[in-house]
Structure formats: structure tokens, C-alpha cells
């Protein structure tokens, strides 16, 4: 997940972009490093802004941050799991997704200038300059916006760059009060005027059918009822992120396994333990290894959709902070999500079916919370977990 400041939208003008560019426009295009998270909250406000503006055409420029010259990493970058999902989103137009190096790179910025664009937004966060010297080369004569903080009187360079753009989103320090669901509506409400309710920030997520026909197919083959001839729940554990400082040892996805059999709430589920490509063989080994009844291993390996549908189809998902816990709110699925506090603006919005599991302290990592405060979380009903274990609110009772 990228990590956005927040903005206040009272401070930025009542709307950025006049209206008259807008009735003008036939196309716009959109400039954003989107991880799953991102285009989870995301999404509602592309088709808030599909519904304001049916005449304008949007495309979207993923733009790959890790972009690289080391061709060894291309094949990986190249097939981002978020592309996936965007293709079979009829708000967008067209899609940009070939950034990964700088060759490709170039390739993508011609094609992207012959647009001749007459509205071009960036929501890059990181490297502004970068993004703000990049939208006005795709349009040099289009009305463009990026992202903005401030800068030093001496930093000439900077100056330049911000000052060719026709408009800024003002960035300012974070407010952790602000989901980040809040964040990019007050962008768009800043851009374009449009507000979008609260009750439209919940994720959605239509799975097609043939992937949820390819779960299906895959619980029978494991012997499992498909969820809606199920008489036993069927559990989804998740405990890999990309950075491995915020994943969970898989030594307690086991022990956690065991103590849910042993739990007479969950004695007969069974449970699917979701697996990084990459962590496969040696997530097998460690599964096979603990000689876990009714437990299977599951990994995304073909194709995006494969690991929604999985959870679709379950009846319970304990995961990291990672995009599953934002998937799980998109298939109205309950989770337990296991959190840093340092991030609480990501939490999953819909409070109604999650329970969070913060760290101990502050600046730990997801390693540091223990299996005994899990099951201490899973025997509270969905959404009236409280957002502390029984041991942190001790601590703040005898620190207050």
C-alpha cells in the first residue's frame, strides 16, 4: 500500500478544475502509483466522477514506482496484480501499464502526448516534482494538476516545476483522523466538486463468474462444500505482505490452526492458508510439516481474480495489513486483521464485519502480536471487538 498524506479539502478551492475545462473535455487521464489498497478506496471516486462528467473519457497511467534498468526484474514488474482488476472496469477508457523501465517508459510518454489531453491529474505522492514535470510533458498545453507540498525559498528547481503546473492539490501533514477513504473523496470533492457519501467509500468487487466457478471447482476438489451448501465454516488465513517485517511467521498460522480445532466454536472448520508465489514450496513445507488436519495450501497463482473468489467464498478471513483485509470488506466477508498502529487510516471501513488486532506498542511489527491475542479476538461477535487487547487497555488504565 502507498502511504498518502492527507489534505484538508476546506483548504483547497471549492472546485480546482473550472467547470467550463471540464464541459470542454472529451478525455481526461490520470496519473497514479496504485497498489491493490489504493484502487480499493479509489475506485468509488472514478465512478462518482464517470457519473458527473458521462462525456469525458477516462484513462488511467499506472505508473510502476519500482520502475527499473535491471532487466531481470522487467517479467515480475511487468505483471502487476492491480491490471488485472482495471481491465474489467468499464469507467476506464484506456489503460496505461507499460512503465516498468525506463525504455518502456519512453514508449509510454509518446503515446500518451499524441492524446493531446486537455486534462491530465497526478495523484503521485511520492517523488512530487517527478510527477509534477511528468503530467505537463504529457500535455504541454492541456490544464494539468499534481500533487504539491512545500518548498524552500533557494530551490529554484522546484519552483520551476510547480509553477508550470495550472493547478495544485496542496498537501499537507497527516491526519490520522481521516480514513483514507476520506482522503481521496476530498481530493475529488477539491478537483471536480463531486461529493461522494460516505456509505458509496465501502469497496465493491464483482468477481467474474468464471473465477468463482474456478473456486468453486477447487473446494470440491479439496473435499470442501461450496459456501452455500456448507455446514461447517471454512477459514481463510493470510499471514505474508510484501515486506516481510510486516508479515506473521507461518510457525503461527499454525499454532493458531491447532488452537482453533482444539476450540469447540471452530472444531470442525477447515481452513485455506494463502501462500506468496514466491513463499510457496517453503510455506508448503512448513504446513505439511505441522501435520495440520483439514488445512490447505492456496496461492494466486494464475491470475488476480482467483484470490477473490477464494475469499468469497470463505466464511472467516484472518489476515496482515495488506490488501486482503480490504478485499475481505469487498466480499462482504468478516475479517480479523492484524494491524500496526502506526497505520490506523488504512483500517478496513467496514467496522460492522472487522475486528483489528493492533500490535502491543506503537512501532512494532505484526510479529509481535501473539496467537493468544488472536483467539482472544476471534471469541468477541464481528464489530464489537474494541480496537485494543484487554492487556494494552490495562496499560492505559495504569498510565492515565
Not at 480499493?40 to 519500482?66: G, N, S
Not at 494491524?339 to 512494532?364: C, F, G, K, L, S
Request: proline share 7%.
Amino acid at each position: 500500500m502507498t502511504q498518502p498524506d492527507q489534505n484538508s479539502a476546506a483548504a483547497m478551492l471549492p472546485q480546482t478544475i473550472p467547470a467550463e475545462i471540464l464541459q470542454k473535455a472529451d478525455k481526461i487521464l490520470f496519473v497514479a502509483h496504485l497498489a491493490l489498497g489504493d484502487f480499493t478506496y479509489m475506485q468509488a471516486c472514478f465512478k462518482a466522477f464517470a457519473e458527473a462528467y458521462p462525456h469525458i473519457k477516462i484513462h488511467l497511467w499506472v505508473d510502476e514506482v519500482r520502475r527499473t534498468w535491471d532487466f531481470r526484474q522487467w517479467k515480475h514488474l511487468q505483471k502487476y496484480v492491480v491490471f488485472d482488476w482495471l481491465q474489467t472496469c468499464p469507467m476506464f477508457d484506456k489503460l496505461y501499464t507499460r512503465t516498468y523501465s525506463p525504455l518502456v517508459l519512453r514508449e509510454t510518454m509518446r503515446e500518451a502526448r499524441a492524446e493531446n489531453y486537455p486534462i491530465v491529474v497526478s495523484f503521485g505522492l511520492a517523488r512530487r516534482p517527478m510527477y509534477a514535470k511528468m503530467v505537463r510533458r504529457i500535455s504541454p498545453k492541456g490544464f494539468v494538476v499534481a500533487m504539491t507540498k512545500r518548498v524552500r525559498f533557494y530551490d529554484f528547481r522546484k519552483h520551476l516545476i510547480y509553477g508550470a503546473l495550472d493547478a495544485a492539490i496542496p498537501v499537507y501533514s497527516q491526519d490520522r483522523t481521516l480514513h483514507v477513504s476520506d482522503v481521496y473523496a476530498n481530493w475529488f470533492k477539491g478537483l471536480f466538486g463531486i461529493e461522494v457519501p460516505k456509505d458509496q467509500r465501502v469497496p465493491t468487487m464483482d468477481v467474474p463468474q468464471q473465477w468463482q466457478d474456478g473456486a468453486v471447482q477447487q473446494l470440491q476438489q479439496w473435499g470442501v462444500a461450496p459456501k452455500a451448501a456448507r455446514s461447517r465454516p471454512l477459514v481463510f488465513l493470510n499471514a505474508f505482505a510484501k515486506p516481510p517485517e510486516r508479515s506473521w511467521p507461518v510457525v503461527n498460522v499454525t499454532d493458531l490452526i491447532k488452537r482453533m480445532q482444539a476450540d469447540p466454536k471452530w472444531a470442525e472448520a477447515d481452513f485455506i492458508v494463502n501462500s506468496l508465489p514466491e513463499l510457496w514450496e517453503s510455506t508448503q513445507s512448513q504446513i505439511q510439516a505441522a501435520a495440520l488436519p483439514r488445512t490447505r495450501l492456496f496461492s494466486a497463482h494464475d491470475h488476480f481474480f482467483q484470490l477473490p473468489a477464494m475469499l468469497q467464498q470463505s466464511d472467516l478471513i484472518i489476515t496482515v495489513e495488506t490488501s486482503i483485509m480490504h478485499l475481505a470488506n469487498a466480499v462482504r466477508v468478516p475479517v480479523v486483521a492484524m494491524m500496526r498502529q502506526i497505520n490506523p487510516e488504512w483500517a478496513p471501513i467496514d467496522a460492522a464485519n472487522t475486528n483489528i488486532v493492533y500490535t502491543p506498542e506503537h512501532d512494532d511489527w505484526i510479529n509481535k502480536i501473539s496467537v493468544d491475542t488472536v483467539m482472544e479476538f476471534l471469541q468477541l461477535p464481528m464489530g464489537a471487538a474494541p480496537r485494543f487487547t484487554s492487556l494494552q487497555l490495562q496499560r492505559m488504565k495504569m498510565a492515565g
